[in-house]
Nanobody, 124 residues
Framework: QVQLVESGGGLVQPGGSLRLSCELS????????MAWFRQAPGKEREFVAA????????YYAESVKGRSSISRDNAKNTVWLEMNSLKPEDTAVYFC?????????????????WGQGTQVTVSS
């Protein structure tokens, strides 16, 4: 029932920034912990960042910690991922993820509902 639509991907220069957006519909946004995952060609999907239902807690993968920021606005049913100092290895399809859980230990799991993905390409 839940639907997720990502946007904001594109081509960016190394060292640049992007802000990805994800809108949820079909269910109550505030009941979901939200996360971003990414998948490069030939690789498994990996966790990037997560945010709790009321934005009390955030968690980041070590590969993006310090240069990424996840945020949400429950009034807009939207979660964002801001990525700075982008590197070529950040190139991937980025997926929005929704999980109806309050357990942070489950945030990084490859489960829940998924968007269609948005392509991020970091290249000079």
């Amino acid at each position: 029932q839940v639907q997720l639509v990502e946007s904001g991907g594109g081509l960016v220069q190394p060292g640049g920034s992007l802000r990805l957006s994800c809108e949820l519909s079909g269910d109550t946004f505030s009941m979901y912990a939200m996360a971003w995952f990414r998948q490069a060609p030939g690789k498994e999907r990996e966790f990037v960042a997560a945010i709790s239902q009321l934005a009390v807690s955030m968690y980041y993968a070590e590969s993006v910690k310090g240069r990424s920021s996840i945020s949400r606005d429950n009034a807009k049913n939207t979660v964002w991922l801001e990525m700075n100092s982008l590197k070529p290895e950040d190139t991937a399809v980025y997926f929005c993820n929704a999980k109806a859980t309050f357990l942070s230990s489950q945030w990084t799991e490859d489960s829940g509902s998924w968007g269609q993905g948005t392509q991020v390409t970091v290249s000079s």
